[in-house]
């Protein structure tokens, strides 16, 4: 298969981008040089005309890839019909429908209750909130790794790189960052880092500096994202609920970026079994549509008295009806095919491990999957250098990809990708690999 090197960008991206400089803010992280045109499934073009395999996906948000007939005929529908009523103040159908939706297949096994807003930070916000609430307590712990959002109560958790937190402080007190498992990288003594990050929480942080009983909440990824697509352990988030409950303290889970599909099941919760007391939804709920969610037991949701949250856009009605028709396709269709499609992914890039020595590990589930770049054959230095190229030439040749933690590619297409497209992707990833070392 021939590898595409177009030149990119072409000159009518350079002469948007230099537009762009003069104007966005300054805290605009550096941006690879796609300027988008339209995309489709999980193809898209640039302005120059250059065609691209997304394996990005709007940062693991367009779960049914660009412009899926069903979603945009579902976003039509709704425009013409009304598309803002601020739902703090008045009812419509559409937003009770997905509520209802979402309590019905929320990995509890008490019933639950929702709470709409408009992205992934303001869904964690809600979470804390409600944990404080409900707890009357005033602490949380957090993990290093995490990703929970940039305003100034998500921001405090995190701690993927400390430029997301240098200049802010202070932000929301009392949030205390423990390790999360990684035994590929431990931190502590011991096969099980798992065991003993739950260990240290118990014997070390709750005797010596953090009391349990004024922790109102422990908020965690089941899978962490941008920390660097890690698995935790067999039997940590087992353990880690078991903990929660011997101390009073609710268990959250941010699902911004794992759920609606991507590990190849609805929830990442669903892999373990771990019942969690609150969740967090975002990115791919939508489809692409703004949209957030804290989704909680209904014996707490219904603890907090009228008025002490709300959101004026949240739960629009327009992201609403989006986020039913992809809730539709992902489970008619999707979510089995990322179980299928990302075990064959992960197949392949296996297979290319043994025989690359600079790919230290492969890990994830369903098509949320992460490649950790090294120096080399017994050598776990990340190679920072490498990854940050390999993505580079990547998309000169084709391929949209984005990196996490210190050096590894994450893998986050859209949930109907083929093995074909994998195939394609694989082509061009050998490819970039070299060029990138050379």
Excluded at 26 to 52: H, Q, T
Excluded at 214 to 233: D, K, N, R, S
Aim: charged share 20%; hydrophobic share 40%.
């Amino acid at each position: 298969m021939a590898v595409n090197m177009s030149v990119r960008p072409g000159s009518k991206a350079q002469a948007i981008i230099a537009r762009d400089d003069t104007i966005m803010s300054g805290s605009m992280v550096p941006r690879y040089p796609f300027v988008i045109e339209r995309g489709l499934g999980a193809r898209v073009w640039d302005v120059d005309g250059n065609d691209y395999i997304d394996f990005a996906a709007g940062i693991a948000v367009n779960a049914t890839g660009h412009c899926h007939p069903e979603v945009v005929k579902a976003i039509q529908d709704q425009a013409a019909k009304f598309i803002h009523i601020a739902g703090t103040d008045y009812y419509y159908e559409v937003q009770i429908q997905l509520a209802e939706r979402l309590a019905s297949i929320a990995p509890f096994s008490d019933p639950a209750r929702v709470f709409f807003c408009n992205s992934g930070t303001e869904s964690v916000e809600g979470a804390l909130k409600l944990a404080r609430y409900v707890t009357g307590r005033s602490r949380f712990i957090g993990f290093l790794g995490g990703f929970h959002g940039r305003t100034m109560g998500s921001l405090a958790f995190t701690s993927s790189k400390y430029t997301q937190q240098q200049g802010f402080f202070p932000t929301m007190p009392g949030v205390t960052h423990v390790p999360y498992p990684n035994n590929y990288r431990p931190i502590f003594a011991g096969a099980d880092q798992g065991q003993a990050v739950l260990d240290y929480i118990e014997n070390v942080l709750f005797q010596h500096n953090v009391p349990a009983k004024e922790v109102a909440g422990i908020l965690i990824e089941p899978m962490q994202g941008e920390g660097g697509y890690i698995v935790p352990p067999d039997g940590f988030l087992v353990g880690l609920r078991a903990l929660c409950d011997r101390h009073g303290i609710m268990l959250i889970f941010d699902e911004v970026q794992t759920g609606i599909g991507r590990t190849g099941k609805m929830f990442a919760a669903h892999h373990t079994g771990v019942i969690p007391d609150i969740m967090t939804l975002a990115k791919g709920l939508g489809s692409g549509m703004p949209i957030g969610l804290v989704v909680a037991k209904k014996k707490h949701m219904e603890q907090w008295k009228r008025g002490a949250h709300g959101n004026t856009y949240g739960g629009n009605p327009v992201c609403c009806a989006a986020a039913l028709a992809t809730l539709d396709l992902v489970e008619r269709e999707y979510m089995a095919n990322a179980a299928t499609v990302g075990a064959y992914f992960m197949e392949r890039l296996r297979e290319w491990q043994t025989r690359e020595p600079s790919i230290g590990e492969v890990r994830g589930q369903g098509l949320f999957i992460g490649m950790e770049l090294v120096a080399g054959a017994g050598d776990k230095t990340p190679a920072r250098k490498l990854c940050d190229d390999l993505v580079t030439r990547a998309y000169h040749n084709g391929l949209i990809l984005l990196s996490c933690g210190v050096s590894t590619l994450r893998f986050m297409p859209p949930l109907l990708i083929t093995r074909a497209d994998v195939d394609e992707a694989m082509v061009i990833l050998e490819a970039s690999l070299a060029e990138a070392r050379a």
